[in-house]
């Protein structure tokens, strides 16, 4: 009797578990996955409940005190226990203390590449209680003296290699900010954090300056590319320092991980992510100056590298390089990004062997974040019932021609099938909330949507369209509107449109992203209109986007045409244009292409536009 009963219910067992793996394919993958983001919620809680504020900051502490001989920093071969950074930033805090008039919830902006005192400074000064500012490395001029009065800093810190940037603008930033040089020499108007630190002390200061009045306030600022022009300085709570620091872990990296990050720290992949995420984990990262495609595998066999982060961009570049013996000997297991291809993807792991690539979207400012964790090659992410109820979001029908959501009948946004590209949109609420921008609230405002699905609701609105299919995994389609990305970076077409609308013989200039094959993301194209009696000057064209742009940003192309269409709200009409791209067979107006050796501007011929497309010519 108990025998037939037993293998009835072995027998039950066997067909639900096939019923489950016909049925819910990825049921358990889902259940765990989602545990494991429950669980940090759990945790997050509790320390709420206990009247604890418990920061990145705090766990970075806590691990150079239970493990303060551990590998933290690995760079350029020198290494930095746990111990080592905490004392050199308890110096940098030291220096602040004694030397400025700093005070708790002061901002210090901070313009520096990769290296270890970029942790060490940033670290510091959150010691102090301070918010600080990432400044991207590649803004120059004007771009970045509004980058410097947004975030409305107390000091600025630059690294060595960039002092010459901030000395031509010194003139023209705020007398009231300080700016500190990490080099012993620096020119006239500065302050050598360097000979400070050579005398600073090494002890902690008084955790009172540190302590987070709540999770919700400000940790840091990072900028994003600005969809209405200039980059805008985004509000990362130590809340959201937390949930992006949970990512390697959650993708299953442990503390015996070593991480390889080339990405820029000023980015939130490379310091929320990738630095944050090796404090959550008590794990050792090799940082990189600089991403080498030539240097990448022998840097992962070097220093045994398990775990590395990634854009798109960078496995196409490792794809590109020439094959070479034993491009599969080596230890890492996981690739943690966002952005790559499908046909990357496989290339990638059919010449570099087993790792798992986890693919992840979010947005800086963002509150909705999706996270691959079955491994489905071109996948962002996957949802279902149970994850919606954690992250909820929408994705609705958006008017192409127009460039705009598309309301419906009862004026109220309709969401689409499965299958078809919708613009994301996520509720901002108490659970997801919304942090803004610094600055003026009109650009907080301009990235929301309001009377969604009824009256009164408010929606974060991503600005990128996603496809969600029959199996609900969501994949990346296209950005909407006035950005698009290249090289890795966002490009604010406004912002370029600005600059070459400087010139005096420019009329109107119409700014988009077009498709070029073998290139993730889409390079840079402009459509320009000349005054009257004005004649075209493809050099100063030239001088004008270099001198004033970051490089990606440059635009690739150039379109001369007599008029421009315009929406029905007279937006320029940017959707013909996409579609029509660069070709010169197809196009009958003028087409002009980027020549670095030329320094200016040259007519695209079809021999060029040949040469582009078959890749004998970079972008």
């Known amino acids: 009797m108990l025998l037939s009963w037993l293998t009835g219910i072995g027998a039950g067992m066997i067909f639900l578990h096939c019923v489950q793996r016909l049925l819910f394919p990825y049921f358990w993958d889902d259940f765990w996955f989602l545990l494991k983001v429950v669980r940090f919620g759990i945790q997050i809680t509790k320390c709420k409940w206990r009247g604890e504020q418990v920061t990145v900051l705090d766990k970075f502490l806590s691990h150079a005190k239970r493990q303060p001989q551990k590998p933290f920093i690995i760079y350029e071969g020198d290494i ?6 905490d004392k ?21 902006a901070l313009l520096m590449s990769n290296e270890p005192d ?9 010691k102090l209680g301070c918010v600080v500012a990432f400044l991207n490395c590649n803004v120059r001029s004007n771009s970045l003296l509004h980058c410097i009065r947004t975030c409305e800093p107390k000091a600025l810190v630059v690294g060595a290699d960039l002092l010459g940037i901030i000395e031509e603008i010194l003139p023209n930033i705020p007398q009231n900010v300080s700016v500190w040089g990490m080099k012993d020499s620096v020119p006239q108007g500065m302050i050598s954090l360097i000979q400070k630190l050579s005398t600073s002390s090494e002890e902690p200061v008084a955790c009172s300056h540190r302590v987070a009045s709540s999770l919700k306030s400000t940790s840091l600022y990072i900028f994003t590319s600005g969809t209405t022009g200039l980059p ?9 320092a937390l949930k992006g620091s949970a990512g390697l872990w ?18 939130s992949s490379g310091s929320l992510l990738g630095i944050c995420g090796c404090v959550e984990l008590g794990a050792t990262c090799v940082l990189k100056n600089k991403f080498s495609a030539s240097q990448f595998w022998n840097d992962c066999k070097k220093y045994n590298v398990t775990v590395f982060q990634y854009i798109g961009e960078l496995c196409r570049y490792l794809c590109k390089q020439p094959k070479r013996e034993g491009e599969k000997d080596h230890q890492v297991r996981l690739a943690v990004g966002n952005g790559i291809r499908s046909d990357v993807w496989r290339q990638f792991l059919d010449r570099f062997g087993n790792i798992k690539m986890c693919e992840l979207y979010g947005a800086t400012e963002g509150n909705i974040c999706f996270m691959n964790h079955t491994g489905k090659i071109g996948s962002v992410g996957r949802t279902n019932f149970f994850y919606k109820l954690f992250f909820n979001f929408h994705l609705i029908k958006y008017d192409f021609q127009k460039d705009e959501p598309l309301r419906n009948e009862q004026d109220w946004y309709s969401q689409v099938k499965k299958g078809e590209p919708g613009l994301l949109i996520s509720p901002v609420n108490t659970k997801n909330p919304f942090f803004g921008y610094a600055g003026s609230y009109r650009h907080t405002k301009n990235k929301l949507l309001f009377d969604v699905f009824k009256k009164g609701d408010v929606y974060f609105n991503t600005g990128d369209l996603m496809v969600q299919d029959q199996e609900n ?19 604010a077409t406004t912002e370029v449109a600005d600059v070459i609308g400087m010139l005096d013989f420019i009329q109107e ?11 993730e993301g889409k ?12 004649s075209l000057d493809l050099e100063k064209i030239y001088e004008q986007v270099v001198t004033s742009l970051p490089a990606y940003a440059c635009p690739r192309f150039l379109r001369i045409q007599e008029k421009m269409e315009t929406t029905g709200t007279f937006k320029l009409q940017k959707f013909h244009l996409v579609e029509e791209g660069f070709n010169p067979m197809k196009i009958s107006d003028p087409l002009y292409f980027m020549d670095n050796l030329k320094k200016s501007y040259v007519p695209l011929t079809k021999e060029l536009y040949d040469q582009i497309i078959l890749g004998e010519i970079k972008l």
């Open 232 to 240: 805008k300085a985004a509000v990362i709570s130590h809340l959201q």
């Open 118 to 126: 970029f942790v060490h400074v940033w670290f510091g000064l959150a």
């Open 523 to 534: 390079a840079g194209m402009a459509s320009i209109i000349l005054k009257p009696n004005k």
């Open 88 to 108: 050199r930033s308890n110096k940098v805090a030291r220096v602040f203390l004694n030397h400025s008039s700093l005070e708790k919830g002061d901002t210090v």
């Open 509 to 519: 200039t119409n700014v988009y992203g077009v498709t070029v094959s073998g290139y």
């Open 80 to 85: 930095y226990t746990y111990q080592d950074v």
């Open 473 to 491: 995994f969501l994949y990346f389609w296209d950005r909407i509107g006035d950005t698009f990305r290249w090289k890795g970076e966002n490009v």
């Open 250 to 267: 959650a993708f299953g990296c442990t503390a015996d991980d070593i991480v390889y990050i080339t990405l820029p720290l000023y980015h």
